[in-house]
Protein backbone atom coordinates (compact mmCIF):
# COMPACT_ATOMS: atom_id res chain seq x y z
CA UNK A 1 0.00 0.00 0.00
CA UNK A 2 1.44 3.40 -1.06
CA UNK A 3 -1.33 6.13 0.03
CA UNK A 4 -1.58 7.38 3.25
CA UNK A 5 -5.34 7.65 4.85
CA UNK A 6 -4.81 10.85 4.76
CA UNK A 7 -5.46 11.09 1.09
CA UNK A 8 -8.47 8.96 0.40
CA UNK A 9 -10.27 12.28 -0.49
CA UNK A 10 -8.73 12.66 -3.13
CA UNK A 11 -10.37 12.24 -6.37
CA UNK A 12 -7.54 9.27 -6.71
CA UNK A 13 -5.25 8.07 -4.08
CA UNK A 14 -1.56 7.27 -5.08
CA UNK A 15 -2.38 3.35 -5.53
CA UNK A 16 -5.69 4.48 -7.79
CA UNK A 17 -2.67 6.55 -9.30
CA UNK A 18 -0.40 3.98 -9.90
CA UNK A 19 -3.75 1.60 -11.09
CA UNK A 20 -4.28 3.85 -13.81
CA UNK A 21 -1.06 4.42 -14.99
CA UNK A 22 -0.84 1.10 -16.20
CA UNK A 23 -4.33 -0.13 -17.16
CA UNK A 24 -5.54 2.64 -19.04
CA UNK A 25 -2.93 2.74 -21.02
CA UNK A 26 -2.80 -1.28 -21.18
CA UNK A 27 -5.44 -3.31 -20.27
CA UNK A 28 -8.36 -0.93 -21.58
CA UNK A 29 -6.14 0.40 -24.74
CA UNK A 30 -9.60 1.16 -26.39
CA UNK A 31 -10.42 3.79 -23.35
CA UNK A 32 -7.04 5.00 -23.29
CA UNK A 33 -3.68 5.51 -25.21
CA UNK A 34 -2.79 3.01 -27.12
CA UNK A 35 1.16 1.42 -27.86
CA UNK A 36 1.50 2.52 -31.35
CA UNK A 37 4.90 3.90 -31.37
CA UNK A 38 7.22 1.47 -32.93
CA UNK A 39 11.12 0.76 -32.51
CA UNK A 40 12.32 2.97 -35.13
CA UNK A 41 9.50 5.66 -34.17
CA UNK A 42 10.92 5.29 -30.43
CA UNK A 43 14.94 5.48 -31.68
CA UNK A 44 14.46 8.72 -33.72
CA UNK A 45 12.52 10.51 -31.12
CA UNK A 46 15.21 9.36 -28.83
CA UNK A 47 18.01 10.69 -31.24
CA UNK A 48 16.08 13.62 -33.13
CA UNK A 49 12.98 14.18 -31.05
CA UNK A 50 13.35 17.74 -29.70
CA UNK A 51 16.34 19.06 -31.39
CA UNK A 52 15.02 22.41 -32.55
CA UNK A 53 15.36 25.70 -32.64
CA UNK A 54 17.62 25.73 -28.89
CA UNK A 55 20.34 24.28 -30.62
CA UNK A 56 20.06 26.18 -34.29
CA UNK A 57 19.72 29.20 -33.07
CA UNK A 58 19.82 29.50 -29.01
CA UNK A 59 23.71 28.92 -29.77
CA UNK A 60 23.95 32.61 -30.80
CA UNK A 61 23.71 33.54 -27.48
CA UNK A 62 25.87 31.50 -25.91
CA UNK A 63 28.49 31.99 -28.40
CA UNK A 64 28.34 35.82 -27.74
CA UNK A 65 28.09 35.23 -23.46
CA UNK A 66 30.99 32.57 -23.31
CA UNK A 67 32.99 32.34 -26.13
CA UNK A 68 33.94 29.54 -27.91
CA UNK A 69 35.47 27.52 -25.07
CA UNK A 70 32.80 28.96 -22.89
CA UNK A 71 30.39 27.45 -25.13
CA UNK A 72 31.53 23.93 -25.42
CA UNK A 73 32.62 23.53 -21.70
CA UNK A 74 28.62 24.83 -20.91
CA UNK A 75 27.29 22.01 -23.64
CA UNK A 76 29.57 19.67 -21.86
CA UNK A 77 28.88 20.21 -18.37
CA UNK A 78 25.67 20.31 -19.20
CA UNK A 79 25.58 17.25 -21.65
CA UNK A 80 27.03 15.55 -18.52
CA UNK A 81 24.04 16.39 -16.37
CA UNK A 82 21.55 15.08 -19.09
CA UNK A 83 23.25 11.72 -19.35
CA UNK A 84 22.88 11.27 -15.69
CA UNK A 85 19.44 12.29 -15.81
CA UNK A 86 18.29 10.05 -18.63
CA UNK A 87 20.01 6.98 -17.41
CA UNK A 88 18.28 7.52 -14.30
CA UNK A 89 15.09 7.80 -15.74
CA UNK A 90 15.44 5.47 -17.97
CA UNK A 91 16.09 2.65 -15.31
CA UNK A 92 12.96 3.45 -14.26
CA UNK A 93 10.50 4.20 -17.08
CA UNK A 94 12.07 0.55 -19.27
CA UNK A 95 10.73 -1.43 -16.09
CA UNK A 96 7.31 1.13 -15.42
CA UNK A 97 6.20 2.56 -18.86
CA UNK A 98 3.64 4.45 -17.30
CA UNK A 99 1.43 7.12 -18.71
CA UNK A 100 2.65 10.24 -17.22
CA UNK A 101 6.43 9.07 -17.26
CA UNK A 102 8.40 10.40 -14.70
CA UNK A 103 5.36 12.98 -13.46
CA UNK A 104 3.50 9.55 -12.63
CA UNK A 105 6.22 7.74 -10.84
CA UNK A 106 6.94 10.89 -8.88
CA UNK A 107 3.77 10.28 -7.08
CA UNK A 108 4.60 6.22 -6.51
CA UNK A 109 8.15 6.82 -4.92
CA UNK A 110 8.38 9.90 -3.62
CA UNK A 111 5.01 11.95 -2.64
CA UNK A 112 2.14 12.77 -4.51
CA UNK A 113 1.90 16.36 -4.26
CA UNK A 114 5.53 16.00 -5.88
CA UNK A 115 3.64 14.90 -8.85
CA UNK A 116 0.83 16.83 -8.80
CA UNK A 117 3.78 19.76 -9.10
CA UNK A 118 6.38 18.31 -11.20
CA UNK A 119 3.23 17.20 -13.79
CA UNK A 120 2.03 20.63 -13.57
CA UNK A 121 5.31 22.16 -13.84
CA UNK A 122 6.19 19.79 -16.78
CA UNK A 123 3.21 20.78 -18.67
CA UNK A 124 3.58 24.77 -18.24
CA UNK A 125 7.04 24.23 -19.39
CA UNK A 126 6.14 22.19 -22.83
CA UNK A 127 3.08 24.81 -23.22
CA UNK A 128 5.72 27.44 -23.63
CA UNK A 129 7.96 25.57 -25.28
CA UNK A 130 5.91 25.45 -28.30
CA UNK A 131 5.33 29.12 -28.95
CA UNK A 132 9.25 29.39 -28.50
CA UNK A 133 9.62 27.27 -31.60
CA UNK A 134 6.77 29.15 -33.53
CA UNK A 135 8.48 32.48 -32.98
CA UNK A 136 11.72 31.18 -33.43
CA UNK A 137 10.26 30.30 -36.88
CA UNK A 138 9.89 33.79 -37.78
CA UNK A 139 13.13 34.15 -36.27
CA UNK A 140 14.35 32.19 -39.65
CA UNK A 141 12.05 33.20 -42.28
CA UNK A 142 13.66 36.52 -41.43
CA UNK A 143 16.59 35.81 -43.03
CA UNK A 144 15.05 35.49 -46.40
CA UNK A 145 13.53 39.46 -46.13
CA UNK A 146 10.53 38.01 -47.31
CA UNK A 147 7.57 41.06 -46.83
CA UNK A 148 4.82 39.15 -45.42
CA UNK A 149 3.78 39.15 -41.12
CA UNK A 150 5.26 36.52 -38.88
CA UNK A 151 2.32 35.77 -38.38
CA UNK A 152 1.80 33.85 -41.61
CA UNK A 153 4.13 31.57 -40.88
CA UNK A 154 2.94 31.15 -37.38
CA UNK A 155 0.00 29.63 -38.97
CA UNK A 156 1.42 27.89 -41.25
CA UNK A 157 3.57 25.82 -38.60
CA UNK A 158 0.79 25.67 -36.34
CA UNK A 159 -1.33 24.26 -39.00
CA UNK A 160 1.45 21.24 -39.79
CA UNK A 161 1.87 20.53 -35.97
CA UNK A 162 -1.91 20.29 -35.08
CA UNK A 163 -2.29 18.12 -38.08
CA UNK A 164 0.13 15.85 -37.42
CA UNK A 165 -0.66 15.62 -33.62
CA UNK A 166 -4.47 15.24 -34.46
CA UNK A 167 -3.95 11.83 -36.50
CA UNK A 168 -2.58 10.35 -33.29
CA UNK A 169 0.61 8.49 -32.10
CA UNK A 170 1.35 6.44 -35.21
CA UNK A 171 1.41 9.48 -37.78
CA UNK A 172 3.28 11.42 -34.85
CA UNK A 173 5.84 8.56 -35.07
CA UNK A 174 6.09 8.48 -38.77
CA UNK A 175 6.74 12.19 -39.22
CA UNK A 176 9.26 12.07 -36.61
CA UNK A 177 11.26 9.59 -38.14
CA UNK A 178 11.37 12.00 -41.24
CA UNK A 179 11.93 15.11 -39.44
CA UNK A 180 14.51 13.40 -37.15
CA UNK A 181 16.32 12.09 -40.65
CA UNK A 182 16.66 15.55 -41.70
CA UNK A 183 17.87 16.79 -38.69
CA UNK A 184 20.28 13.97 -38.12
CA UNK A 185 21.53 14.32 -41.73
CA UNK A 186 21.81 18.06 -41.40
CA UNK A 187 23.78 18.31 -38.67
CA UNK A 188 26.23 15.55 -39.68
CA UNK A 189 26.45 17.60 -42.61
CA UNK A 190 26.94 20.24 -41.39
CA UNK A 191 29.74 19.30 -38.98
CA UNK A 192 31.51 17.54 -41.49
CA UNK A 193 31.55 20.96 -43.79
CA UNK A 194 32.38 22.74 -40.76
CA UNK A 195 35.84 20.47 -40.41
CA UNK A 196 36.20 21.39 -44.36
CA UNK A 197 35.82 25.27 -43.81
CA UNK A 198 38.08 25.24 -40.75
CA UNK A 199 40.48 23.16 -42.90
CA UNK A 200 40.45 25.78 -45.61
CA UNK A 201 39.00 22.89 -48.03
CA UNK A 202 36.34 25.70 -49.91
CA UNK A 203 38.26 29.17 -49.44
CA UNK A 204 41.81 28.24 -49.23
CA UNK A 205 41.78 29.88 -46.10
CA UNK A 206 43.22 27.82 -43.39
CA UNK A 207 40.49 28.99 -39.98
CA UNK A 208 41.39 26.47 -37.56
CA UNK A 209 41.68 27.84 -33.51
CA UNK A 210 42.20 31.41 -35.35
CA UNK A 211 38.80 32.46 -33.40
CA UNK A 212 40.15 31.37 -30.16
CA UNK A 213 43.06 33.40 -30.13
CA UNK A 214 41.37 36.38 -31.63
CA UNK A 215 38.95 36.89 -30.11
CA UNK A 216 39.74 34.34 -27.98
CA UNK A 217 38.38 31.06 -26.27
CA UNK A 218 36.08 33.49 -23.65
CA UNK A 219 34.25 36.30 -23.37
CA UNK A 220 35.06 39.09 -20.43
CA UNK A 221 31.42 38.89 -19.19
CA UNK A 222 29.60 42.92 -19.26
CA UNK A 223 33.30 43.75 -19.75
CA UNK A 224 34.15 42.13 -16.03
CA UNK A 225 37.84 41.28 -16.33
CA UNK A 226 39.80 38.34 -15.11
CA UNK A 227 39.11 34.53 -14.20
CA UNK A 228 35.89 35.67 -13.15
CA UNK A 229 34.77 37.70 -15.87
CA UNK A 230 35.79 34.39 -18.08
CA UNK A 231 33.58 32.29 -15.79
CA UNK A 232 30.79 34.27 -15.67
CA UNK A 233 30.66 33.82 -19.41
CA UNK A 234 30.58 30.16 -19.23
CA UNK A 235 28.00 30.44 -16.14
CA UNK A 236 25.61 32.66 -18.65
CA UNK A 237 26.64 29.94 -21.44
CA UNK A 238 25.22 26.74 -19.58
CA UNK A 239 21.99 28.58 -18.65
CA UNK A 240 21.38 28.93 -22.46
CA UNK A 241 22.84 25.56 -23.08
CA UNK A 242 19.92 24.08 -20.51
CA UNK A 243 17.49 25.20 -22.60
CA UNK A 244 18.63 23.47 -25.68
CA UNK A 245 19.18 20.01 -23.61
CA UNK A 246 15.67 19.95 -22.11
CA UNK A 247 13.34 17.47 -24.36
CA UNK A 248 15.70 14.71 -24.21
CA UNK A 249 13.41 13.50 -21.16
CA UNK A 250 10.57 13.00 -23.89
CA UNK A 251 11.57 9.18 -24.32
CA UNK A 252 9.75 9.03 -20.97
CA UNK A 253 6.21 10.25 -21.83
CA UNK A 254 6.40 8.34 -24.76
CA UNK A 255 6.92 5.11 -23.02
CA UNK A 256 3.08 4.32 -22.55
CA UNK A 257 2.70 4.79 -25.79
CA UNK A 258 5.42 2.36 -26.91
CA UNK A 259 5.16 -0.79 -28.46
CA UNK A 260 7.40 -3.56 -26.39
CA UNK A 261 8.62 -0.85 -24.23
CA UNK A 262 10.84 -3.03 -21.86
CA UNK A 263 12.84 -4.14 -25.40
CA UNK A 264 12.69 -0.63 -27.37
CA UNK A 265 13.08 1.92 -24.81
CA UNK A 266 16.58 0.32 -23.12
CA UNK A 267 17.52 1.20 -26.56
CA UNK A 268 16.71 4.26 -26.80
CA UNK A 269 18.22 5.60 -23.63
CA UNK A 270 21.43 4.09 -24.21
CA UNK A 271 21.73 6.04 -27.78
CA UNK A 272 21.48 8.92 -25.67
CA UNK A 273 25.10 9.44 -25.62
CA UNK A 274 25.35 10.00 -29.26
CA UNK A 275 22.74 12.88 -29.19
CA UNK A 276 24.95 14.35 -27.08
CA UNK A 277 27.98 13.99 -27.96
CA UNK A 278 27.35 14.46 -32.00
CA UNK A 279 24.46 16.77 -31.89
CA UNK A 280 25.28 19.23 -29.17
CA UNK A 281 28.94 18.94 -28.39
CA UNK A 282 30.33 18.50 -32.00
CA UNK A 283 27.73 20.95 -33.27
CA UNK A 284 29.16 23.63 -30.87
CA UNK A 285 32.55 22.94 -31.54
CA UNK A 286 32.25 23.57 -35.16
CA UNK A 287 30.35 26.91 -34.16
CA UNK A 288 33.29 27.86 -32.29
CA UNK A 289 36.16 27.28 -34.80
CA UNK A 290 34.01 29.02 -37.93
CA UNK A 291 32.04 32.20 -35.69
CA UNK A 292 33.86 34.69 -34.23
CA UNK A 293 32.16 35.59 -30.72
CA UNK A 294 31.97 39.70 -31.80
CA UNK A 295 30.58 38.83 -35.12
CA UNK A 296 27.10 40.93 -34.72
CA UNK A 297 25.18 39.06 -36.79
CA UNK A 298 24.90 36.10 -33.89
CA UNK A 299 23.26 39.09 -31.88
CA UNK A 300 19.87 37.94 -31.59
CA UNK A 301 18.46 41.28 -30.50
CA UNK A 302 20.27 42.80 -33.79
CA UNK A 303 18.96 43.30 -38.01
CA UNK A 304 19.96 39.79 -38.81
CA UNK A 305 18.34 38.12 -35.50
CA UNK A 306 16.84 35.34 -38.40
CA UNK A 307 20.48 33.71 -38.85
CA UNK A 308 21.60 30.97 -36.89
CA UNK A 309 25.50 30.27 -36.34
CA UNK A 310 25.72 27.56 -38.55
CA UNK A 311 23.94 29.89 -41.65
CA UNK A 312 26.69 32.55 -40.93
CA UNK A 313 29.36 30.16 -40.89
CA UNK A 314 28.44 28.79 -43.97
CA UNK A 315 27.80 33.02 -45.26
CA UNK A 316 31.29 33.73 -44.00
CA UNK A 317 32.99 31.38 -46.38
CA UNK A 318 31.30 32.74 -49.26
CA UNK A 319 28.78 29.76 -49.72
CA UNK A 320 25.73 31.61 -51.47
CA UNK A 321 23.34 28.77 -51.88
CA UNK A 322 23.89 26.59 -49.11
CA UNK A 323 22.64 29.22 -46.61
CA UNK A 324 19.47 29.39 -47.28
CA UNK A 325 19.22 25.41 -47.93
CA UNK A 326 20.36 25.21 -44.17
CA UNK A 327 18.05 27.67 -43.10
CA UNK A 328 15.00 25.58 -44.46
CA UNK A 329 16.36 22.69 -42.57
CA UNK A 330 16.27 24.48 -39.38
CA UNK A 331 12.52 25.52 -40.34
CA UNK A 332 11.96 22.15 -40.44
CA UNK A 333 13.79 21.48 -37.07
CA UNK A 334 11.68 23.86 -35.71
CA UNK A 335 8.10 22.00 -36.92
CA UNK A 336 9.55 18.62 -35.78
CA UNK A 337 10.20 20.20 -32.68
CA UNK A 338 6.85 21.77 -32.30
CA UNK A 339 5.58 18.79 -32.75
CA UNK A 340 7.11 17.41 -30.49
CA UNK A 341 6.28 20.13 -27.76
CA UNK A 342 2.94 19.46 -28.26
CA UNK A 343 2.33 15.98 -28.31
CA UNK A 344 4.16 15.82 -24.89
CA UNK A 345 2.04 18.61 -23.29
CA UNK A 346 -1.14 16.51 -24.13
CA UNK A 347 0.38 13.71 -22.66
CA UNK A 348 1.41 14.80 -19.80
CA UNK A 349 -1.73 16.26 -19.21
CA UNK A 350 -3.70 13.67 -20.13
CA UNK A 351 -1.24 11.63 -17.40
CA UNK A 352 -2.31 14.71 -14.73
CA UNK A 353 -5.94 13.88 -15.27
CA UNK A 354 -5.21 10.18 -14.61
CA UNK A 355 -4.07 10.85 -11.54
CA UNK A 356 -6.47 13.06 -10.18
CA UNK A 357 -4.54 16.30 -10.61
CA UNK A 358 -6.57 17.93 -13.37
CA UNK A 359 -9.89 17.88 -14.66
CA UNK A 360 -11.19 14.49 -15.93
CA UNK A 361 -12.43 16.48 -19.24
CA UNK A 362 -8.80 15.83 -19.96
CA UNK A 363 -9.20 12.11 -20.03
CA UNK A 364 -11.41 11.93 -22.98
CA UNK A 365 -9.56 9.90 -26.04
CA UNK A 366 -11.08 8.90 -29.32
CA UNK A 367 -11.14 5.08 -29.98
CA UNK A 368 -7.98 5.07 -31.66
CA UNK A 369 -6.35 6.23 -28.11
CA UNK A 370 -5.63 9.84 -29.36
CA UNK A 371 -6.40 12.40 -25.96
CA UNK A 372 -7.99 14.93 -27.95
CA UNK A 373 -9.37 17.18 -25.36
CA UNK A 374 -5.98 17.56 -24.18
CA UNK A 375 -4.62 17.73 -27.48
CA UNK A 376 -6.80 21.09 -28.65
CA UNK A 377 -6.75 22.43 -24.88
CA UNK A 378 -2.72 22.44 -25.42
CA UNK A 379 -2.79 23.72 -28.81
CA UNK A 380 -4.82 26.69 -27.76
CA UNK A 381 -1.39 28.09 -25.70
CA UNK A 382 0.58 28.22 -29.00
CA UNK A 383 -0.89 31.44 -29.75
CA UNK A 384 1.34 33.19 -27.03
CA UNK A 385 3.55 33.12 -30.25
CA UNK A 386 1.81 35.82 -31.51
CA UNK A 387 3.63 38.45 -29.05
CA UNK A 388 6.27 38.10 -31.45
CA UNK A 389 4.10 40.58 -33.56
CA UNK A 390 4.18 43.41 -30.96
CA UNK A 391 7.63 43.09 -28.87
CA UNK A 392 10.03 41.24 -31.33
CA UNK A 393 10.71 37.77 -32.33
CA UNK A 394 14.40 37.49 -31.19
CA UNK A 395 13.34 39.00 -27.90
CA UNK A 396 10.06 37.30 -26.87
CA UNK A 397 12.56 33.35 -28.57
CA UNK A 398 14.58 34.79 -25.00
CA UNK A 399 12.00 34.88 -23.19
CA UNK A 400 10.73 31.45 -23.43
CA UNK A 401 13.46 30.16 -23.45
CA UNK A 402 14.85 31.38 -20.15
CA UNK A 403 11.36 30.11 -18.49
CA UNK A 404 11.96 26.98 -19.90
CA UNK A 405 15.18 26.20 -19.60
CA UNK A 406 14.68 26.55 -15.70
CA UNK A 407 12.03 25.06 -15.85
CA UNK A 408 13.68 22.16 -17.91
CA UNK A 409 15.66 22.11 -14.77
CA UNK A 410 13.63 21.51 -12.51
CA UNK A 411 12.47 18.71 -14.19
CA UNK A 412 15.68 16.94 -14.23
CA UNK A 413 15.73 17.57 -10.72
CA UNK A 414 12.27 16.03 -9.83
CA UNK A 415 13.13 12.63 -11.88
CA UNK A 416 16.42 12.21 -10.58
CA UNK A 417 15.45 12.86 -6.94
CA UNK A 418 12.23 10.32 -7.92
CA UNK A 419 14.83 7.79 -8.75
CA UNK A 420 17.14 7.58 -5.74
CA UNK A 421 13.93 7.31 -3.81
CA UNK A 422 13.44 4.51 -6.50
CA UNK A 423 17.16 3.11 -6.14
CA UNK A 424 16.47 3.43 -2.01
CA UNK A 425 13.43 1.35 -2.21
CA UNK A 426 14.59 -1.61 -4.42
CA UNK A 427 17.57 -1.81 -1.56
CA UNK A 428 15.64 -1.42 1.53
CA UNK A 429 13.15 -4.02 -0.22
CA UNK A 430 16.21 -6.09 -1.58
CA UNK A 431 15.40 -6.04 -4.79
CA UNK A 432 18.01 -6.81 -7.45
CA UNK A 433 18.37 -4.26 -9.88
CA UNK A 434 20.25 -6.82 -12.45
CA UNK A 435 16.92 -8.21 -13.33
CA UNK A 436 15.50 -4.61 -14.58
CA UNK A 437 15.12 -4.31 -18.31
CA UNK A 438 18.16 -1.54 -17.86
CA UNK A 439 20.28 -0.96 -15.31
CA UNK A 440 22.06 1.83 -15.27
CA UNK A 441 25.83 2.58 -14.48
CA UNK A 442 27.07 4.93 -11.80
CA UNK A 443 24.02 4.72 -9.57
CA UNK A 444 23.75 6.14 -7.59
CA UNK A 445 25.91 8.72 -7.98
CA UNK A 446 24.65 10.02 -11.20
CA UNK A 447 20.98 10.58 -9.86
CA UNK A 448 22.80 12.92 -6.79
CA UNK A 449 24.95 14.53 -9.46
CA UNK A 450 22.19 15.01 -11.96
CA UNK A 451 19.68 16.63 -8.91
CA UNK A 452 22.59 18.87 -6.99
CA UNK A 453 23.54 20.48 -10.21
CA UNK A 454 19.93 21.13 -11.96
CA UNK A 455 19.27 22.83 -8.72
CA UNK A 456 22.33 24.78 -8.67
CA UNK A 457 21.51 25.77 -12.23
CA UNK A 458 17.89 26.68 -11.18
CA UNK A 459 19.05 29.01 -8.32
CA UNK A 460 21.72 30.64 -10.47
CA UNK A 461 19.96 30.99 -13.68
CA UNK A 462 18.76 34.73 -13.65
CA UNK A 463 22.20 35.77 -11.36
CA UNK A 464 23.20 38.75 -14.16
CA UNK A 465 20.31 40.57 -12.83
CA UNK A 466 22.06 41.16 -10.04
CA UNK A 467 25.33 42.57 -11.56
CA UNK A 468 26.14 46.59 -10.84
CA UNK A 469 23.88 48.52 -13.21
CA UNK A 470 22.21 45.21 -15.06
CA UNK A 471 18.90 44.80 -13.14
CA UNK A 472 15.91 43.71 -15.73
CA UNK A 473 12.68 43.12 -14.73
CA UNK A 474 11.97 40.93 -17.65
CA UNK A 475 15.13 38.32 -17.29
CA UNK A 476 14.69 37.90 -13.60
CA UNK A 477 10.37 36.85 -13.95
CA UNK A 478 11.61 34.40 -16.97
CA UNK A 479 14.37 32.66 -15.16
CA UNK A 480 12.99 32.80 -11.23
CA UNK A 481 9.15 32.48 -11.80
CA UNK A 482 9.14 28.29 -11.74
CA UNK A 483 12.13 28.72 -9.40
CA UNK A 484 9.48 30.64 -6.92
CA UNK A 485 6.46 28.49 -8.35
CA UNK A 486 7.45 25.48 -7.57
CA UNK A 487 7.85 25.00 -3.75
CA UNK A 488 4.40 26.99 -3.32
CA UNK A 489 2.40 24.66 -5.35
CA UNK A 490 4.36 21.38 -3.36
CA UNK A 491 3.50 23.36 -0.16
CA UNK A 492 0.00 24.23 -0.91
CA UNK A 493 -0.55 20.65 -2.42
CA UNK A 494 0.80 19.18 0.29
CA UNK A 495 -1.35 20.70 3.35
CA UNK A 496 -4.37 20.90 1.07
CA UNK A 497 -4.49 17.13 0.31
CA UNK A 498 -2.30 15.87 3.61
CA UNK A 499 0.12 13.96 1.57
CA UNK A 500 2.43 11.95 2.67
CA UNK A 501 6.20 11.00 1.83
CA UNK A 502 5.85 7.47 0.48
CA UNK A 503 7.83 4.77 2.85
CA UNK A 504 10.34 2.83 1.30
CA UNK A 505 9.28 -0.43 2.01
CA UNK A 506 5.41 0.85 1.29
CA UNK A 507 6.66 1.21 -2.33
CA UNK A 508 4.79 -1.00 -5.07
CA UNK A 509 7.13 -2.43 -7.34
CA UNK A 510 4.89 -4.81 -8.57
CA UNK A 511 1.41 -3.49 -9.60
CA UNK A 512 0.92 -3.21 -13.31
CA UNK A 513 4.42 -4.80 -14.20
CA UNK A 514 3.49 -8.43 -15.14
CA UNK A 515 1.38 -6.91 -17.89
CA UNK A 516 4.36 -5.24 -19.65
CA UNK A 517 6.50 -8.44 -19.00
CA UNK A 518 3.72 -10.76 -20.47
CA UNK A 519 3.09 -8.29 -23.52
CA UNK A 520 4.14 -10.52 -26.79
CA UNK A 521 7.35 -8.91 -28.56
CA UNK A 522 6.23 -7.62 -32.21
CA UNK A 523 8.76 -10.07 -34.66
CA UNK A 524 10.88 -8.81 -37.13
CA UNK A 525 8.56 -8.85 -40.66
CA UNK A 526 11.41 -8.64 -42.96
CA UNK A 527 15.43 -7.84 -43.81
CA UNK A 528 15.14 -4.28 -43.38
CA UNK A 529 13.23 -4.32 -39.90
CA UNK A 530 16.04 -6.83 -38.82
CA UNK A 531 18.92 -4.75 -39.88
CA UNK A 532 16.78 -1.93 -38.59
CA UNK A 533 16.90 -3.77 -35.28
CA UNK A 534 20.38 -4.33 -35.50
CA UNK A 535 21.26 -0.88 -36.05
CA UNK A 536 19.38 0.82 -33.55
Known amino acids: MMASPNEKDDSLDTKSQVDLGFSEAQAAPQHGLQRKLKDRHIAMISIGGVIGTGLFVGTANGLVNGGPVGLLLAYIVTGSMCYCMMISLGEMIAYMPVAGGHITLAGRFVDPALAFTLGWMYWYNWILILPGELSAVGVLMQYWDIPVSNAVWIVVCLVVIVTINMFGAALYGEAEVIFASIKVLAIVGLIILGIILDLGGVTGDRIGFRYWLDPGPFVQFFGISGAWGRFLGFWRSLIVSAGAYVGTEIV ?32 VFIVGLLVPSNDPRVQLGGSDA ?71 FCAIFSSLAFMTLSSGAGQVFTWFQNLCGVAGMITWMGSSITYIRFYNGMKKQGRSRAKLPYRSPLQPYAAYYAAIMSFVVCIFSGWTTFLHGQWATDTFITNYFAVALFPVMFIARKLWKKTNFVRLEEMDFDDGVQEIEDEPIEPAKNVVHKAWRWLM
Not at 310 to 320: H, L, P, Q, T
Not at 337 to 348: E, M
Open 306 to 376: SASPFVIAIERAGIKALPSIINAVLISAAWSAGSSDLYTSSRALYGLAMAGNAPKVFLRVTKGGLPYASLI
Open 252 to 283: AIAAAETKNPQRNLPKAIKRIYIRILLFYIGG
